[in-house]
Antibody, heavy 118, light 112 residues
Framework: EVQLVESGGGLVKPGGSLRLSCVAS????????MSWVRQAPGKGLEWVGRIKSKIDGGTTSYAAPVKGRFSISRDDSKNTLYLQMNSLKSEDTAMYYC?????????WGQGTLVTVSS | QSVLTQPPSVSAAPGQKVTISCSGS????????VSWYQQLPGTAPKLLIYDTDKRPSGIPDRFSGSKSGTAATLGITGVQTGDEADYYCGTWDSSLSAAPLVFGGGTKLTVL
């Protein structure tokens, strides 16, 4: 069974940084394309970015609102996906979900809440 | 403003059928598979339909997906109170101005 467990969320001031982690189990992370999806309070889903498997190039892509501020990386030896978030803004406040899949997102974590506020 | 357009809400009585529409364009739904996600209150989203009309293991056949042109539809037959949730469509977008993966704004299903 696919399991994804996010951590690292919390309260951070505008302009600050935070690194989220996602530990994967129940499947082979190194073969998987992974994405981060966020959901602001009371709002819909928003794709944040994706990292391909290393065998498919390991490249990343990002949504426009976070490009240049967020960075996705992976450590397949630790079965862990990361989301480095810099220059955080109040509009980045959201639940952040780690997901897996290529043409669809088949596995979802329970999410970790990031609050950006002074 | 979401790239994919869904009705904000739909409602149905128990046992009835309900459909949720998802409208896109030639750069997303028109050329790519569509997936649907169910988000029960207070929980993470869950994959409901993938590749436009396929159900993952464990999803009952009361749920179905289809597509015509640049619009997709989620159908739920024999609606149950446990189906009360937010439903999101998603697909990849090939236009340069959009994020590679786009979602609809979500539709809240109320079971009367």
């Amino acid at each position: 069974e696919v399991q994804l467990v996010e951590s690292g969320g919390g309260l951070v001031k505008p302009g600050g940084s935070l690194r989220l982690s996602c530990v994967a189990s129940g499947f082979t992370l190194r073969n998987a394309w992974m994405s981060w999806v966020r959901q602001a309070p009371g709002k819909g889903l928003e794709w944040v970015g994706r990292i391909k498997s290393k065998i498919d190039g390991g490249t990343t892509s990002y949504a426009a609102p976070v490009k240049g501020r967020f960075s996705i990386s992976r450590d397949d030896s630790k079965n862990t996906l990361y989301l480095q978030m810099n220059s955080l803004k109040s509009e980045d406040t959201a639940m952040y979900y780690c997901t897996t899949g290529t043409t669809f997102l088949g596995g979802w974590g329970q999410g970790t809440l990031v609050t950006v506020s002074s | 403003q979401s790239v994919l357009t869904q009705p904000p809400s739909v409602s149905a009585a128990p046992g009835q059928k309900v459909t949720i529409s998802c409208s896109g364009s030639n750069s997303n739904i028109g050329i790519n598979y569509v997936s649907w996600y169910q988000q029960l209150p207070g929980t993470a989203p869950k994959l409901l339909i993938y590749d436009t009309d396929k159900r993952p293991s464990g999803i009952p056949d009361r749920f179905s997906g289809s597509k015509s042109g640049t619009a997709a539809t989620l159908g739920i037959t024999g609606v149950q109170t446990g189906d009360e949730a937010d439903y999101y469509c998603g697909t990849w977008d090939s236009s340069l101005s959009a994020a590679p993966l786009v979602f609809g704004g979500g539709t809240k299903l109320t079971v009367l």
